[in-house]
């Protein structure tokens, strides 16, 4: 008998071992994809799942009470309530460069309750829709521009521009809706037809029609050369 054993493995029975052995065996080290980094805003706080960034912060003790884009989408105006010394209540309307994630203006407003924000087209006017007027402001500047009133008591709580900037519409609780030539603070049109609450408001693209929503269950379209004088 031969001193020698013969060995447990050889050389090709071992290379055959190895190239038959499925991948993420015993050998294989297991690697783990690293977590994607949460989004944060530009204080460091973290995003909610799904957004893409914050504009002011969570830690500031004011609410935006209105929003609005600019038709080109990289201006936010926002209109901020907030506690001031002695607690009385401090307005104020910000604007924001969304690109930047960057506050670029802001001032304040009069103490009075708005329930609609909304740009021109062109994003040279913001319009504030209040109890019995609008309030407007030149968005460059934020210089506050006659306010437009309305013949009726009752709040005013809808608004829509005309494609071109001309025409504002507006309208609220009584039901009417009222259409102000923009430059100029007087009542231009009534249109009268609506039951009950006015809740929306739009121009065709061509301005020559306004379809209105109301609580009254109806919608109704407006031929705006049939406009009747107040």
């Known amino acids: 008998m031969s001193p020698y054993r013969a060995p447990l493995f050889s050389i090709g029975s071992l290379a055959c071992f190895l190239c038959v052995w499925p991948a993420g065996g015993p050998f ?13 805003d530009a204080y460091g706080d973290p995003l909610p799942p799904g957004a893409l960034l914050r504009l002011g912060a969570v830690r500031w003790r004011a609410c935006a009470r209105y929003l609005a884009f600019t038709p080109d989408g990289k201006t936010i105006a926002a209109e901020r309530e907030s506690g001031g010394q002695g607690g009385e209540r401090v307005i104020e309307m910000s604007l924001w460069d969304v690109a930047l994630n960057k506050e670029t203006r802001r001032w304040l407003l009069p103490n009075r309750t708005r329930r609609h924000l909304g740009f021109a087209p062109d994003g040279s ?6 109890d019995r007027a609008f309030d407007l402001w030149d968005a460059p500047t934020g210089k506050e521009l006659p306010a437009l009133l309305a013949a009726e008591a009752g709040s005013l709580n809808c608004l829509a521009f005309s494609q071109d900037g001309k025409t504002l519409a507006a309208a609220g609780d009584s039901g009417v809706i009222y259409l102000w030539q923009v430059g100029m603070a007087k009542v231009q049109a009534v249109l009268t037809g609506h039951r009950a609450k006015v809740t929306s408001l739009d121009f065709s693209p061509d301005g ?12 109704i379209i407006w031929d705006l050369a049939q406009w009747r004088k107040p």
């Open 125 to 130: 006017m913001i319009a504030g829709a209040e």
């Open 28 to 40: 294989a080290a297991e690697v783990k994809a690293a977590p994607a980094p949460a989004r944060t």
């Open 208 to 219: 020559s029609r306004l379809i209105s929503g109301s609580l009254d269950t109806t919608a």
